[in-house]
């Protein structure tokens, strides 16, 4: 007899598994600039202890790069700030920090050591950082960043009375120009009143000059020293918990019959989930009920958003259809990518930049000047995804995308969508019919006809639920024989048998050295054909499924 162990589970972390650090004296500041810059397109977080240059107090935080510049005279690291690790605390720091050596007085921070931290997490973040001596080239960025808002803060002084100012609202309009000196730029900055009462202020945002300054008011002037462009901010999600949400999802029809009822899970930020289950059993219908796409009661969140408001929730996930002809066959991939991102309000500068990037992650920049018609079943599905993704969604939801795959083409599937959701960071959401393909997912949720959810939780807490936490006695035949079942069934203490082909599982409660001995004594007294018993045989997720829709074991909801 053979023995099969289960592996050890690592926990579950709020972190990545891995990550690429990297550690820096403040000295060593240029050094640190080159790691971030050879990674410029990953998402690289820092970890900096030093002191604040203008109260000269010891400091702490962590954040996320935003820039990194060296130059002869200039060399920072710029952070959006993220968490503030101070002991002391005195006055709230700017939520954009520049950081410089253990010996600099021009940046907002002085390093004594500087800790980089890569996920190898592609950069999805849109936000520009610009020092306030180079708003011209600012301004010039600008007129190609047409999105329906742009959002502007700006850390300065007023021109009247060199007062520190923060100044944090909607752009107006930008322009430059050049100058006796310098070339300069300028920003108009509206911005709204705390209280809502009243008009909003419009700000001037002018650049340092030498000797030159702008013609204007000088009390609704700004000399700008950081700026923080955040041309998609319209986007940006409310906060939240879980990523997506159903409590008590039902969706009815006329007549009053409920095609799901009371339907709850959740998933966080960054999972994947696979929705299984047998035609009629409501997957399709949850999906289209979480996407707001049908009438529906109870809650459905994306992102924090409430599905049914579909003008803004539909920024917050990308939707995969299992028919692939909706693409234009005649279109590049790359102007299929234009085409259905412009119901997202992007720009077609940046629709062809983010389609060029994900065509070229995705292995099939190549093709990008080929008709779509052309390309194969994989390929077309690549294109597909990259369509979904281009407004960089939280959700990407895909609707059996494995259907009428043979196995391996279905496996190097999963293993690009795995790539995408840790490359991306994107949240899946499968619906699919092979139970076996929910093993890559971190979360299951299993539908039954007439019952809508009846199971949902990590692949491993699901297969634990099963009689002796997953494991049974399996039996593997010389040849298939009919009569195996119904002896195995027979066993004293065996609670149902598994058969899928020539391997048979006997699940029991009871030790599975002694349900093994009873099995192999059954088997050689009718005279079929062993060929292998192992005692402690491993369930996985078809094995679940079977059970569960067949009513051998009780689903459980994961809370």
Known sequence: MEEETRPELAPMKEVPSFVEEAYFSGGRIGDAIDWCIVRQDREIHCDVQGILTDSKSEVRIKGRVLASKKG???????????????????????????????STSQEDIAASQITLQNYLKRNMSADVYYDGKDLQQAAKDLTKMRGREILCTVWGHRASDKLRMTVKGDLVSSASKPAPILPEGFLEVRVEPEDK????????????????????????????????????AWKEAPAYRDVLVARNLTVAIKSGKKLIENVSFAI?????????????????????????????????????????????????????????SYMYETFTPLENIVAFGKQYDLPEWQLIQEGKTLLRDFGILEKGNEPTAKLS???????????????????LLMDEPTSGLDPDNRNELWHFLDTVNKEYGTSIVVVTHYPAEAEYCDKVAVFVRGKSLVSFGSPAK???????????????????????KTVLESVEGAKFVLQRGE?????TDEPLEVIAERCMAALKEQGVRVKIVKVRALADMVDYYIAVTRGLVTGSIEK
């Open 503 to 507: 391997l048979l599982k006997v699940f």
């Open 462 to 484: 699901l297969k634990e639920s099963l009689p002796s936490r997953g494991f049974a006695v399996g039996v593997v035949l010389e040849d298939i024989d009919p009569r195996a």
């Open 377 to 395: 079943g994989g390929e077309q599905r690549r294109v597909s995804v990259a369509i979904a993704l281009v407004h960089r969604p939280k959700v």
């Open 268 to 324: 966080r930020e960054g999972e994947m989930l696979a929705i299984i289950g047998e035609s009629g059993a409501g997957k399709s219908t949850a999906i289209k009920a979480l996407i707001g796409d049908i009438p529906s009661t109870g809650v459905a969140r994306i992102a924090g958003v409430d599905s049914r408001n579909a003008q803004k929730v539909r920024y917050f996930f990308g939707y995969c259809p299992q028919d692939l």
């Open 72 to 102: 002869v005279v200039t060399r920072r690291i710029v952070l959006r700030l993220e968490e503030d690790l101070r002991r002391k605390r005195a006055g709230e720091l700017d939520s954009v920090l520049t950081v410089g050596s253990d």
């Open 197 to 232: 009462v009243g008009s909003p202020k419009i700000y001037l945002i002018a650049q340092p000059q030498l000797l030159i300054g702008p013609f204007s008011n000088p009390v609704m002037t700004v000399i700008a020293e950081k700026v923080l462009i955040q041309p998609f």
